[in-house]
């Protein structure tokens, strides 16, 4: 047999052994690529259930966050170094939200910022509320200072009306009063006459009355002689003493040294024809008070 005729029978069997690998192959790279296709579509869907996994707890913190900045909105105090603070953590919250978290790193680190401001958060509440349980103990505190003053105050109005009441009273118990006054028109022979013409002097005598509690020493009487026209008679213009706050005029006075006992006195007032008909009052003043007085008459027969 002849060398071509061999070399023919050899390539024949090849040639029926390629197609078969090559389906072979084929079928494999088909395989393989709906393996591919099959992976990439799984983990392309693992991927978009990440993501909206991701987005979804993003925003669940962001929306966690907001609420936080309210919470901090509704804070209040008069501290001005707690409400700095309070400020401060407000705008890293407001700071935090401006972040874009794509990815779990970065929302594990937003999940820990987070945690740190809520606690922080809840520090500050802890504060305020000790803070204003604080103020409101004050407050209580303060009520209470201010009614005790305001009663203190009252108090003392009133002890000051007892003090005014009890001044005025001892004032009043203080005065020297004049008993027993008695007015005598005196004729040129000391005797009594009421007849205008034959007066001579005109006595007022009375009785300064114990007082245990006025002061003792020299005192000076004022005697106010009233005339029927209601005109005072005066020796002299310079008969001023002091009454009221004012001046008035005195017909005559006189001293005395007073013991805190009854002393008996009187006052003379000479007829230099001042004297009218009529009714007339007599007025003796100590110290700036009137303290007795009488009236009497002159008539022409």
């Known amino acids: 047999m002849s060398d071509t005729h061999l070399n023919a029978i050899n390539e024949e ?12 192959i084929a079928v494999v790279l088909a395989l393989a690529l709906v393996f591919i296709v099959y992976s990439y579509f799984g983990q392309k869907k693992r991927m978009i259930e990440m993501e909206t996994v991701l987005t979804q707890e993003k925003d669940s913190l962001a929306n ?4 936080m900045v309210h919470g901090y909105d509704t804070l209040r105090t008069n501290n001005d170094s707690l409400n700095a603070k309070l400020q401060k953590e407000r705008s890293r919250i407001l700071q935090l939200l401006t972040i874009n978290a794509s990815n779990v790193q970065l929302i594990k680190r937003y999940k820990g910022e987070i945690t740190t401001m809520r606690e922080i958060m809840k520090s500050y509440i802890v504060q305020i509320d000790s803070l204003n349980t604080r103020n409101k103990i004050l407050v209580a ?21 007892v003090k005014e009441e009890l001044s005025s009273k001892v004032e009043i118990a203080s005065v020297i009063q004049a008993k027993d006054v008695v007015a005598i028109a005196l004729n040129k022979n000391r005797k009594e006459t009421t007849r205008l013409d034959r007066i001579d002097k005109l006595r007022i005598c009375f009785t300064l009355r114990e007082n245990p509690i006025a002061k003792a020493g020299e005192k000076t009487v004022f005697l106010r002689v009233i005339r029927p026209d209601s005109l005072a008679i005066a020796t002299s213009p310079d008969n001023l003493f002091d009454f009221n706050g004012s001046k008035m005029i005195y ?14 006195m009187c006052i003379f007032v ?9 009714n007339y009052k007599a007025e003796l003043y100590l110290e700036g008070a ?3 007085g009488c009236s009497f008459i002159f008539t022409k027969r």
Not at 15 to 24: A, E, N, Q, V
Not at 251 to 264: H, K
Not at 270 to 278: E, L, R, S, V
């Open 251 to 264: 017909t005559a006075s006189r001293q005395v040294e007073y013991l805190n006992q009854d002393i008996d």
């Open 64 to 67: 966690e966050l907001r609420l």
């Open 13 to 24: 069997p090849e040639k029926k052994g390629s197609p078969l690998f090559l389906i072979f």
């Open 290 to 292: 009137l303290i007795g």
């Open 270 to 278: 000479d007829n230099n024809k001042d004297f009218i008909i009529g």
């Open 141 to 161: 505190e303060n009520q209470d200072i201010k009614e005790q003053i305001t009663t203190v105050k009252k108090t003392n109005v009133a002890l000051s009306k």
